[in-house]
C-alpha cells in the first residue's frame, strides 16, 4: 500500500480546510514514459454530521472535515492546529491540558472558568467537553477516520454544550479483509536552546476471522521537552510534555446486517509545568514555588452494535469512562507572591453515556432518525489549599496539621436525559427542507463531603506585620498560632433542574447539480451550574460578594444562509456562510477579588454576526491553492446593572474571538524520479486580536479589571518538503518560519504570576512515515 505524503504541503492536505478531496488521474511521465498520480478534479467527501452518511455539499451545515491523511501532512497529533484549519473557531489554549475551542466568537472570555465549554467535544460518542472548570483531555489524533468539526448550535442531535459548534473524533474502524500496520515519527527542535519534540505513533492492524473479526491496536508516545523558564523551581524549559497511550479496537461482523465494536482506549498527558508567563519577568519565563500541573488520565470503554433492518438502521453506543485529573496551580498572584498560596485539587470523574438511534435508509420522499440519549457524570474533587512549609517555619505560624491551611471535599452529579429526532422531506431531488428537534432534561447537584478544615492563614499571612507585633510584641510569644476551624457538615445543595427543546430547521436547494445553498434556524444551550461555595462569605473581606447558587442555562439562536458548490469542472470548490446569533442568560465567569474564589452566574444577552469562507482551487498542472477566513462582529447588547456589576460587563463589550482570522495555502507536487512523487508547500496562517475578558472588576462597578487585556493579532508562516515512495515518506517542516512570539492567549484572572502564553518558538523538524 503506497504510503501518504507526510508534507503539510500534499494536496490533500491543502484541502483540510474544506471538504473535498483530489481525484487523481493517471499522467505520464516525460522521463521515465510510466505513469504518476496527478490531482485533477475535487472529489466528493462524506460525512456522518447529521448522524447519517451524506455527502458533505448537501448537509445544511457549516462542517470542516480532516482525514488521518491531513492530520498526518499537517503534523497535527493534538487540538493544536485544528482551529486554523477551520473557519470560526479560536482554540484559547493556557496549556497542555487547558484548551478551550470557541466558535463564530460565542465566548465571554478565553479560559471560561467553571464554564462548560461552548464547543461540545466528542470522542466516538462520548462527551468530553463537559468538565467545566478543569482540565480537559486533549486526546492523540492518530489513526482516526475522520475529524468533523460543526459550526453553529448542535443541540438536536449532539445535546448540551453544543452551543456553538461541535467537534468530533471518529476513531478508525478494524479492517478484517487483510493484514495492515503503519508508523510514524516525527522529531523537531526548536530555535535556539529550546527544547527537542518526539512524537512516536504506531498501528496495527489483524484479521481473526477473514471479512468477518479483526483488532486494530494503536500506541503513541510523546515527549515534547518546554520552552519556558520557572525561575521560582529553577527549572529551564519546564513545560516539558510527556504524554503516552493506546487503544484497541475489536469489530465483528457475522453478516451483512450485524456488526459489534468493541473498545477500551487509556491516554495518560503529563505536562510538567504551565506555559503561561509573566512578560514582566521576560518573553518565555514564569515564577511559583512549585510546578503548575494540569495532568489528566482518561480510560474509556465503548461497546456499539448496529444492525441493518430493511429500510433503516439500529445503532447502540454505550460508554464508560473513568478519568483522574489534577488541577495544580499557584494563587500567590493575588497577592504579588508576598506570600505563598496554592490550590492542589484532584479530580475523578465516572461517565456513562447511552445512544440509541434509528436511522432511516436514504432514497424516497423521507429521510427521518430517532433516538435517545442518557448521560450520568459523578465528579469528585479533593480541595487542597496550600501554603508551604518553609514559609510556615519561617514566619513561625503555628497549629496547622501540615501545609495545607483548608482542605474539604465535594463531589457533584450531573444527569442529562433526551429523545431527538429528525426528518428530511425531498419535494424533488433539488429541494428539501429539514426539521430535528430534541427535548431533554437536565440536573445537577453539588454535595459537601464530612470532615476537612479550615484556618486563618490567609487573614494571618495578608496582616502579618499586625498579628507579629501583637504576638511577639505584646505577648512575647514564640509563634504565631493559627486558628483551626471544623471538621465540615455533610452537606446538599440544591438540585438546579432545566428542560425543554432545541429545535433546527433548513431549507436547501440546488439550483444546479453542483451547487448547493441552505438556510436554517438552529438552537443550542448549555446545562445549569452549580457553584461549590454557594453562599460562602469573604473572611476577607465581608463585603464582598456572596457567592450565588449558580447559573441557569443560556439559550442560543442561530440564523444562517449558507452555499456550497463547485466551478470550471470541479476544479473549484468554495464553501460560505453568513450568520446572525442571537444569545441569551449568558453563562459566564467571576471572581470574586478579595480572595479569588470562582462563580457562575448569568447575565443577559449579546449578539453576533459573521461570513465563513473556504476556497480550494487548482489553478495549473501541480499546483493546489486553498484559502479559509472568518469575519465576526460580537457585542453585548442586553444587560442590568445589576448584572454589569457582578459580572464585570458593559454594554457594547466584544466578546472574546477576533474579528478577522483565516489562513492560505499553496501546495506543488512534482515528480522529481520515477516512483517518487515531492510535495513543497507554504502556510499563512493570521488570527486577529481579541479581548480576554469583559473590562470591568467583578462586583466592584466601573472600577476597570487590571488583568483586562488583548490577544495579539499575529501571522505565522509554516513550509513543509516531503518525498513519498513506494512504503515510506520522507518530509522536513519548520513551523513559525519567522520566529512571531506574539500574545496568543492572556489569562483573566490575577491569582496567577504568569498569564501570557505566546506563539509556540520556530520549529524544525523531519517526519518519517511508513505504511506496510
Known amino acids: 500500500m503506497k504510503a501518504t505524503l507526510l508534507a503539510s504541503a500534499c494536496a490533500a492536505a491543502t484541502l483540510a480546510v474544506l471538504t473535498p478531496g483530489l481525484a487523481q488521474a493517471q499522467e505520464q511521465d516525460p522521463e521515465t514514459n510510466r505513469t504518476q498520480d496527478r490531482a485533477t478534479t475535487l472529489e466528493e467527501v462524506v460525512v ?13 451545515i457549516s462542517v470542516t472535515t480532516l482525514s488521518q491523511e491531513d492530520l498526518n501532512e499537517r503534523g497535527i497529533v493534538n487540538y493544536d492546529g485544528l482551529a486554523i484549519a477551520t473557519p470560526g473557531v479560536t482554540l484559547n489554549r493556557a496549556s497542555a491540558n ?12 478565553g479560559y471560561g472558568a467553571n464554564l462548560q465549554s461552548t464547543v461540545a467535544i466528542y470522542l466516538d460518542e462520548l462527551p468530553i467537553s463537559s468538565n467545566g472548570n478543569s482540565t480537559i483531555l486533549d486526546p492523540s489524533l492518530y489513526d482516526v477516520e475522520r475529524i468533523e468539526f460543526l459550526r453553529g448550535p448542535q443541540g438536536t442531535l449532539f445535546g448540551s454544550g453544543s452551543l456553538a459548534g461541535a467537534l468530533r473524533i471518529l476513531t478508525h474502524d478494524p479492517d478484517a479483509s487483510g493484514f495492515d500496520a503503519s508508523f510514524l515519527m516525527d522529531i523537531g527542535k526548536m530555535n535556539e536552546s529550546h527544547g527537542l519534540r518526539q512524537r512516536y505513533n504506531a498501528m496495527i492492524n489483524v484479521p481473526l476471522i477473514e471479512d468477518e473479526l479483526a483488532i486494530r491496536v494503536v500506541g503513541f508516545s510523546r515527549n515534547e521537552e518546554g520552552w519556558v523558564d520557572n525561575v521560582g523551581t529553577g527549572i529551564e524549559d519546564s513545560n516539558t510534555l510527556i504524554q503516552y497511550g493506546g487503544r484497541a479496537i475489536l469489530q465483528w461482523e457475522p453478516t451483512d446486517r450485524f456488526v459489534a465494536r468493541f473498545l477500551v482506549s487509556n491516554e495518560v498527558s503529563n505536562p510538567h509545568d504551565s506555559s503561561l508567563t509573566n512578560p514582566n519577568r521576560g518573553k518565555f519565563v514564569r515564577l511559583t514555588d512549585r510546578p503548575d500541573r494540569f495532568q489528566s488520565d482518561m480510560t474509556n470503554y465503548n461497546a456499539t452494535f448496529e444492525y441493518q433492518f430493511d429500510g433503516a438502521r439500529l445503532t447502540s453506543s454505550t460508554t464508560f469512562s473513568d478519568y483522574t485529573g489534577l488541577f495544580y496551580v499557584d494563587l500567590a498572584g493575588s497577592y504579588n507572591q ?36 442518557y448521560f450520568r457524570k459523578r465528579r469528585d474533587v479533593d480541595y487542597g489549599y496550600r501554603s508551604n512549609q518553609e514559609f510556615l517555619d519561617d514566619y513561625l505560624l503555628s497549629g496547622l496539621p501540615d501545609e495545607y491551611y483548608q482542605r474539604f471535599a465535594s463531589h457533584f452529579i450531573s444527569h442529562e436525559i433526551a429523545a431527538f429526532g429528525q426528518l428530511t422531506y425531498r419535494f424533488n431531488p433539488d429541494l428539501w427542507a429539514t426539521a430535528g428537534i430534541r427535548y431533554g432534561k437536565t440536573d445537577a447537584q453539588a454535595f459537601t463531603e464530612e470532615g476537612g478544615y479550615n484556618s486563618n492563614y490567609l487573614t494571618v499571612a495578608y496582616n502579618y506585620a499586625a498579628y507579629a507585633a ?66 460562602a462569605v469573604s473572611t476577607i473581606d465581608p463585603t464582598d460578594i456572596v ?77 493546489t491553492v486553498a484559502v479559509n477566513g472568518s469575519w465576526n462582529k460580537t457585542e453585548v447588547d442586553d444587560l442590568t446593572a445589576s448584572e454589569a456589576a457582578i459580572s464585570g460587563a458593559v454594554l457594547g463589550a466584544p466578546l472574546a474571538g477576533p474579528e478577522f482570522s483565516g489562513s492560505v495555502r499553496i501546495n506543488y507536487e512534482w515528480f522529481p524520479t520515477s516512483n517518487v512523487t515531492g510535495n513543497a508547500s507554504l502556510a499563512i496562517s493570521h488570527v486577529g486580536g481579541y ?28 513550509g513543509t518538503l516531503a518525498f513519498a515512495f513506494d512504503n515510506y515518506v520522507v518530509g522536513a517542516y519548520v513551523e513559525n518560519l519567522f520566529d512571531d512570539q506574539s500574545v496568543n492567549y492572556v489569562h483573566p484572572e490575577a491569582f496567577i504570576d504568569g498569564r501570557y502564553g505566546r506563539v509556540r518558538p520556530r520549529t524544525v523538524g523531519i517526519r518519517l512515515s511508513y505504511e506496510y
Open 48 to 60: 456522518t454530521a447529521t448522524r447519517r452518511t451524506e455527502r458533505a455539499q448537501d448537509v445544511p
Open 98 to 109: 487547558f484548551n478551550n475551542f470557541s466558535a463564530r466568537g460565542v465566548a465571554t472570555n
Open 338 to 373: 508576598a506570600f505563598p498560596f496554592a490550590l492542589d485539587a484532584d479530580a475523578w470523574d465516572e461517565t456513562f453515556v447511552q445512544e440509541t438511534r434509528l436511522v432511516s435508509d436514504p432514497g424516497g420522499a423521507f429521510d427521518w432518525s430517532v433516538g435517545t440519549f
Open 470 to 535: 501583637y504576638y511577639f510584641g505584646t505577648l512575647n510569644a514564640s509563634s504565631i498560632p493559627l486558628t483551626v476551624t471544623g471538621p465540615y457538615a455533610a452537606a446538599e445543595g440544591v438540585k438546579v433542574e432545566e428542560e425543554g427543546p432545541s429545535y433546527r430547521f433548513s431549507l436547501s436547494w440546488r439550483p444546479t447539480p453542483s451547487i448547493t445553498t441552505y438556510a436554517s434556524y438552529s438552537t443550542g444551550f448549555r446545562p445549569p451550574i452549580v457553584n461549590a461555595r454557594a453562599g
Open 547 to 623: 457567592i450565588p447558587y449558580g447559573a441557569t442555562s443560556d439559550e442560543l439562536i442561530n440564523y444562517e444562509i449558507g452555499v456550497k458548490g463547485r466551478w470550471f469542472n470541479n476544479r473549484l470548490f468554495a464553501d460560505a456562510a453568513v450568520y446572525w446569533i442571537d444569545w441569551n442568560d449568558i453563562q459566564v465567569q467571576a471572581n470574586r477579588v478579595s480572595d479569588s474564589i470562582q462563580f457562575a452566574t448569568n447575565i443577559g444577552g449579546a449578539t453576533s454576526k459573521g461570513l465563513e469562507v473556504a476556497l480550494v482551487a487548482l489553478p495549473a498542472q501541480g499546483w
Open 691 to 718: 479581548p480576554n475578558a469583559f473590562p470591568n472588576t467583578p462586583g466592584k462597578p466601573n472600577i476597570p479589571l487590571p488583568t483586562y487585556d488583548e490577544v495579539d493579532s499575529y501571522t505565522f508562516v509554516n
